[in-house]
């Protein structure tokens, strides 16, 4: 059965509310759904999506929210609109289902003159399944701006009936504690990556013996409390550290950026033509003779630095300049001595070939803040300037062409200098090492003008003598 058949058939139940419904239709339905949302293809497609891009990366925001509005009952005496309010705690289990701990407190007053006038205060908690509809519909755009979702949920509550007026001998106060199942549909729009509003409308249907009392008095079916509200959601966690919730996100945004770090890895070459166990791209020296000892580059050793490869060498130990001197015991061995100390490595840099394997820094839509995927990139960056503490690295930034030229640059700027203060202070790097250029929405990986996450980017060069920092605009 399709979710929207699910909905239909919520529907058909609820305008029906005035039958009777047995308790335990509640926890059944509760089930049912669970049942159906865990086979759904879609939901696993989404779910195995998740557990291989965000939550591998980066923990995910819980959402805390608060809520006013307007209640009334749908019961036996004329209905009045009452105050409502409450509080909530959101969980994201993946890109289309979320669960939510939600408290309320519910006053209303029921008046006729048949009946008489009564007052209810109603207070619950309860657990609901929310469903975002719009991630239904994948497509290409930025992540979400607003949030379309229905719910299905239940819980218990406790409320009191307290009659003011009495004309029907009927009426009675009431004091009880039911179950209740709640449903309905609400719409949030996000006005930052902290706060977002919504507006929503539900109701409660209780279940037992006293299901038909909200109203203080018991005639045909079950009462319902319908409400409408404003919420004011608050995302809990530093976004630094943590994705806001993934209702926000696009699911097609995960699967892009992986499609985009696999373009733009670039791609190695394994092939060693001479067989001296240095890969050709690294290779200085490709044509080596076979079996001859070489650095870590590729070239013929010369132990002595005479010129001479040792494989030509007579005495590759002793310099050119003394292989005709007289020299003691003692002078051989300091200098194999001195030469077994040095380095094996080779301090000569290919700026080419450490730039093809400098990482790409990835952004979020209008942010500066560095996702924690890229916490690793930047380490190694790190380790390859501790490695090597002569080379100065170009740290450049850029943006994608869904704002203003002006923006755009500030933007390029601030993302440049968010990597750079990283690598400053977590890293320890030494500042005057980092050169900060940005170049906006210029030079685009992707030719597009709209919000492409491999636009949003810092890259890496090694920096030349004739490279400069850039002051901000």
Same mark, same amino acid.
């Given at each position: 059965?399709?979710?929207? =058949?699910?909905?239909?058939?919520?529907?058909?139940?609820?305008?029906?509310? $005035?039958?009777?419904?047995?308790?335990?239709?509640?926890?059944?339905?509760?089930?049912?759904?669970?049942?159906?949302?865990?086979?759904?293809?879609?939901?696993?497609?989404?779910?195995?999506?998740?557990?291989?891009?965000?939550?591998?990366?980066?923990?995910?925001?819980?959402?805390?929210? /608060?809520?006013?509005?307007?209640?009334?009952?749908?019961?036996?005496?004329?209905?009045?609109?009452?105050?409502?309010?409450?509080?909530?705690?959101?969980?994201?289990? %993946?890109?289309?289902?979320? /669960?939510?701990?939600?408290?309320?407190?519910?006053?209303?007053?029921?008046?006729?003159?048949?009946?008489?006038?009564?007052?209810?205060?109603?207070?619950?908690?309860?657990?609901?399944? &929310?469903?975002?509809?719009?991630?239904?519909?994948?497509?290409?755009?930025?992540?979400?701006?607003?949030?379309?979702?229905?719910?299905?949920?239940?819980?218990?509550?406790?409320?009191?009936?307290?009659?003011?007026?009495?004309?029907?001998?009927?009426?009675?106060?009431?004091?009880?504690?039911?179950?209740?199942?709640?449903?309905?549909?609400?719409?949030?729009?996000?006005?930052?990556?902290?706060?977002?509003?919504? $507006?929503?409308?539900?109701?409660?249907? &209780?279940?037992?013996?006293?299901?038909?009392?909200?109203?203080? !008095?018991? +005639?045909?079916?079950?009462?319902?409390?319908?409400?409408?509200?404003?919420?004011?959601?608050?995302?809990?966690?530093?976004?630094?550290? @943590?994705?806001?919730?993934?209702?926000?996100?696009?699911?097609?945004?995960?699967?892009?950026?992986?499609?985009?770090?696999?373009?733009?890895?670039?791609?190695?070459?394994?092939?060693?033509?001479?067989?001296?166990?240095?890969?050709?791209?690294?290779?200085? %020296?490709?044509?080596?003779?076979?079996?001859?000892?070489?650095?870590?580059?590729?070239?013929?050793?010369?132990?002595?630095? %005479?010129? &001479?490869? %040792?494989?030509?060498?007579?005495?590759?130990?002793?310099?050119?300049?003394?292989?005709?001197?007289? &020299?003691?015991? =003692?002078?051989?061995?300091?200098?194999?001595?001195?030469?077994?100390?040095?380095?094996?490595?080779?301090?000569? !840099?290919?700026?080419?070939?450490?730039?093809?394997?400098?990482? /790409?820094?990835?952004?979020?839509?209008?942010?500066?803040?560095? *996702?924690?995927?890229?916490?690793?990139?930047?380490?190694?960056?790190?380790?390859? /300037?501790?490695?090597?503490?002569? !080379? @100065? $690295?170009?740290?450049?930034?850029?943006?994608?062409?869904?704002?203003? *030229?002006?923006?755009?640059?500030?933007?390029?700027?601030?993302?440049?200098?968010?990597?750079?203060?990283?690598?400053?202070?977590?890293?320890?790097?030494?500042?005057? +090492?980092?050169?900060?250029?940005?170049?906006?929405?210029?030079?685009? $990986?992707?030719?597009?003008?709209?919000?492409?996450?491999?636009?949003?980017?810092?890259?890496?060069?090694?920096?030349?003598?004739?490279? @400069?920092?850039?002051?901000?605009?």
């Amino acid at each position: 059965m399709a979710v929207p =058949e699910i909905c239909d058939t919520f529907t058909i139940r609820f305008r029906a509310k $005035l039958l009777p419904m047995r308790a335990s239709t509640f926890p059944m339905l509760i089930l049912f759904f669970f049942g159906l949302s865990s086979q759904n293809p879609l939901h696993a497609q989404l779910w195995t999506m998740k557990n291989k891009t965000a939550s591998n990366r980066h923990p995910v925001m819980w959402e805390l929210g /608060l809520r006013t509005g307007t209640v009334v009952a749908l019961s036996d005496i004329d209905l009045q609109p009452g105050p409502a309010g409450g509080i909530h705690l959101r969980k994201s289990l %993946d890109y289309m289902f979320s /669960l939510r701990a939600d408290a309320q407190f519910l006053y209303f007053r029921n008046s006729d003159q048949e009946d008489g006038t009564t007052r209810t205060s109603f207070l619950s908690g309860g657990l609901q399944l &929310l469903v975002t509809l719009n991630n239904f519909n994948w497509n290409s755009k930025a992540p979400r701006k607003f949030n379309l979702y229905t719910w299905l949920g239940g819980g218990v509550n406790h409320y009191k009936v307290k009659v003011l007026e009495r004309f029907s001998p009927d009426l009675r106060p009431v004091s009880a504690s039911q179950t209740h199942a709640d449903a309905g549909l609400g719409v949030a729009w996000k006005l930052n990556q902290r706060f977002n509003i919504a $507006l929503e409308s539900g109701a409660f249907i &209780l279940f037992g013996n006293n299901a038909d009392n909200l109203d203080g !008095i018991s +005639r045909r079916g079950n009462d319902v409390a319908a409400f409408s509200s404003l919420r004011l959601n608050y995302n809990i966690g530093n976004p630094r550290h @943590r994705n806001q919730p993934l209702y926000w996100a696009n699911p097609i945004d995960a699967i892009m950026e992986q499609v985009t770090e696999t373009k733009t890895r670039t791609p190695v070459n394994f092939s060693d033509q001479d067989h001296d166990g240095v890969l050709d791209e690294l290779d200085l %020296d490709p044509n080596t003779p076979p079996d001859v000892p070489v650095d870590t580059r590729g070239r013929p050793l010369d132990s002595d630095g %005479d010129g &001479l490869p %040792d494989y030509e060498d007579p005495d590759p130990y002793i310099p050119y300049f003394d292989k005709n001197k007289n &020299l003691t015991e =003692e002078e051989i061995r300091e200098i194999v001595k001195d030469e077994l100390n040095k380095s094996g490595l080779n301090t000569e !840099i290919d700026p080419e070939v450490i730039n093809a394997f400098l990482p /790409l820094i990835h952004f979020d839509e209008d942010s500066d803040n560095i *996702r924690y995927a890229d916490h690793a990139h930047l380490a190694t960056v790190a380790r390859l /300037l501790k490695r090597y503490p002569y !080379i @100065r $690295l170009v740290v450049k930034g850029f943006t994608d062409r869904t704002a203003s *030229r002006t923006y755009n640059l500030d933007l390029s700027y601030r993302r440049a200098k968010a990597v750079i203060d990283y690598l400053v202070h977590i890293h320890g790097i030494d500042r005057n +090492r980092l050169l900060l250029q940005y170049n906006g929405e210029d030079d685009p $990986l992707v030719p597009s003008r709209t919000s492409e996450i491999i636009n949003r980017r810092v890259e890496f060069r090694i920096a030349t003598s004739g490279d @400069r920092e850039m002051e901000r605009n």
